[in-house]
């Protein structure tokens, strides 16, 4: 059970790398260094599948559409998710039985409160945290043509490949098993339809636990 807290810590700060800033926020606070952009992923390894990501407003707008499915053993589970973060709440959907959960923004508070003290923008205090926990800049590679920077934590067993904000690779390695997701075609400072960046009308949304009070009965179980 040690292992789990330690995997939820990375999902939490890469949440807030390509994490979410609130629409009140300052005009001029920007999460990604490019205004809007459209990412296509493929997923392969333990999870297979693909990804797309919408997002306007330097990143302060952003919508995953995710299909992917597992395979463990002889079972096999599919998802078809939108994941749509808005300000300090984070709306969780199942595409195909039409509903969903709203959830508050993990570490959206801390985040948007170190910029405001420290003049810096999202993806600053996003590797500042990386760092922290005991991630570090290993070199750089280019990527669809970007120049990324790659960031890996060893005690997770985790790379990603961050340009301009935007992670364009992540490699997983849990319990042994590889799990890859990586952009195969990028679209910067496009237009991006505005329905792709609004929760769906037929969705049923209920309010769901904090990521951050599930991570501290966590560790309290754990000892971490």
């Known amino acids: 059970m040690k292992a789990?807290?330690?995997?939820?810590?990375?999902?939490?700060?890469?949440f807030a790398i390509a994490g979410w800033s609130a629409d009140s926020f300052s005009q001029?606070?920007?999460?990604?260094?490019?205004?809007?952009?459209?990412?296509?992923?493929?997923?392969?390894?333990?999870?297979?599948g693909t990804e797309t990501i919408y997002f306007d407003r330097w990143g302060m707008r952003?919508?995953?559409?995710?299909?992917?499915?597992?395979k463990v053993a002889n079972m096999s589970v599919k998802q078809n998710r939108l994941t749509l973060l808005h300000g300090e709440w984070t709306y969780g959907v199942?595409?195909?039985?039409?509903?969903?959960?709203?959830?508050?923004?993990?570490?959206?508070?801390?985040?948007?409160g170190a910029?405001?003290?420290e003049g810096k923008d999202a993806t600053e205090i996003g590797e500042e945290m990386l760092a922290r926990m005991g991630g570090r800049k290993i070199g750089a590679e280019t990527l669809l043509g970007k120049s990324c920077d790659v960031w890996e934590i060893k005690s997770?067993?985790?790379k990603s490949w961050i340009w301009q904000g935007v992670t364009l690779k992540?490699?997983?390695?849990?319990?042994?098993?590889?799990?890859?997701?990586?952009?195969?075609?990028?679209?910067?400072?496009?237009s991006v339809p505005e329905e792709k960046l609004?929760?769906?009308?037929?969705?049923?949304?209920?309010?769901?636990?904090?990521?951050?009070?599930?991570?501290?009965?966590?560790?309290?179980k754990t000892g971490n």
């Open 28 to 48: 001029d606070f920007r999460r990604y260094k490019i205004r809007s952009g459209i990412v296509e992923y493929k997923m392969s390894g333990m999870q297979t």
């Open 94 to 112: 199942d595409l195909d039985k039409k509903t969903g959960t709203k959830t508050p923004t993990p570490l959206w508070k801390e985040l948007t």
């Open 4 to 14: 789990l807290p330690g995997g939820l810590r990375f999902f939490l700060v890469i």
């Open 198 to 220: 609004t929760l769906p009308n037929n969705v049923k949304i209920t309010e769901g636990a904090n990521p951050m009070d599930m991570l501290k009965n966590l560790k309290k």
């Open 156 to 158: 997770m067993n985790t």
């Open 115 to 117: 910029a405001k003290r």
């Open 62 to 70: 952003e919508a995953r559409y995710t299909q992917t499915e597992i």
């Open 170 to 190: 992540t490699e997983v390695n849990m319990m042994g098993k590889m799990m890859t997701t990586e952009a195969v075609r990028l679209q910067d400072n496009v």
